[in-house]
C-alpha cells in the first residue's frame, strides 16, 4: 500500500470518527447529564432545533440532528429532560425535517461540543 493510500484512509477514518458529536443518551437523574434539557413547545422558544435521525452515521456534528443511543457510553452527550425552562441549560424544539434543523442561538452551541 502507497504512503498516499494510508493518508487517504487514515483521513477518511478521522473523519468518520469526528462526525459522532450529536450522538446523545438519555439519562434518569439531573446530576448524570453533561446538558439538561427542555423541550420548548414553540419554535420561536429554542435555542435549537433538533431532528432525530434514525440511524448512528447520520447524527450530525452540533447542527441539531440528534442520534439517540441505547447505551451511554456510545453517546458523545448524556442528555437529561427538564420539566420547566429554567431549570435547563439548553431550550430545544423538535422539527419534522433534516433542513430545519439548527442553532437558532449561536451563543448556547458550546453546550453541545
Do not use: H
Not at 484512509?9 to 450522538?23: E, R
Not at 435547563?88 to 442553532?103: E, F, P, S, T
Amino acid at each position: 500500500m502507497t504512503t498516499r493510500k494510508i493518508i487517504i484512509f487514515g483521513t477518511i477514518f478521522l473523519m468518520c470518527k469526528l462526525m459522532n458529536a450529536q450522538k446523545v443518551y438519555v439519562v434518569d437523574y439531573a446530576n448524570q447529564a453533561d446538558v439538561k434539557i427542555f423541550v420548548a413547545p414553540y419554535k420561536n422558544q429554542a435555542d435549537l432545533l433538533v431532528y432525530k435521525v434514525a440511524y448512528e452515521n447520520k447524527a450530525g456534528e452540533n447542527n441539531g440532528e440528534w442520534y439517540f443511543t441505547k447505551y451511554s457510553n456510545q453517546a458523545k452527550k448524556k442528555i437529561f429532560f427538564t420539566k420547566y425552562a429554567n431549570q435547563a441549560d439548553l431550550k430545544i424544539y423538535y422539527v419534522d425535517y433534516v433542513n430545519q434543523a439548527g442553532w437558532e442561538k449561536a451563543a448556547k452551541k458550546n453546550l453541545m461540543n
